[in-house]
């Protein structure tokens, strides 16, 4: 059966499907020699797809790996600046098997997803499917319930205009709830109504709770069906 050279190769657990198009683009791809274009369809069982010379075979089986992100490492699979990386918690025969789904910046801790899924990283990436991010905050200052209200309705910051969010307090801290995933949000949403987040950590995407028992840099395989 054919289907388009980017979902084969993002299904093949070498990159996501963005990657893929990266590699496409770049005329790094071929299908029997010949450079692949966006949009071009193969038939796994008789076509060779190449990346930068190498075969790509399908993936034997879907991975699905829940992370409890610990602060100071980042979301790469290596770092210009040697610092630790997500992937260097996980075995080495699992590193070159899954990639990431979205980032969390160096300080924030909490749940992260690693798959070689390409079909559920393009659903959970893109906006328009608006699947839910919830995080916990702990602020520098005691929150109000004016500022409170701001998160919920919107807040102006470098990028524009954030949708408006569900926000709770209980215990002095701060879960608040958005669809977007913009560079640092929660960070910026919180200094434009004056709060100073003093940790930040995310603990669910969509219907994926981080599990209580998941210690700090451990990680979990789970089910498809637990994240969508």
Known sequence: MQERVQKFISQSGLASRRKAEEFIRSGQVTINGRKARLGDKVDPEK????????AVKPAEEKI???????????????????????????PKELRGQVWNVGRLDADTEGLLILTNDGELTQELSHPKYE??????????????????????????IATGTTYPAQVKTRDGKVKITIHEGKKRQIRRMFAAVGLTVANLKR??????????????????????????
């Open 203 to 228: 603990i669910r995407i969509n219907q994926l709770t981080l599990p209580k028992d998941l210690p700090i840099g451990g990680y979990r395989a789970v089910k498809r069906e637990e994240i969508l």
């Open 131 to 156: 699947h839910e991010k919830e995080y916990e905050v702990t602020t520098q200052e005691i929150p109000g319930e004016s500022q409170m209200d701001q998160l919920r309705q919107g807040v102006e």
């Open 47 to 54: 076509d060779v797809i190449k990346v930068y010379g190498k």
């Open 64 to 90: 699905y790996l829940a992370l409890n992100k610990p602060q100071g490492y980042v979301v790469s699979k290596s770092d210009p600046q040697r610092r630790k990386t997500v992937f260097d918690l996980l």
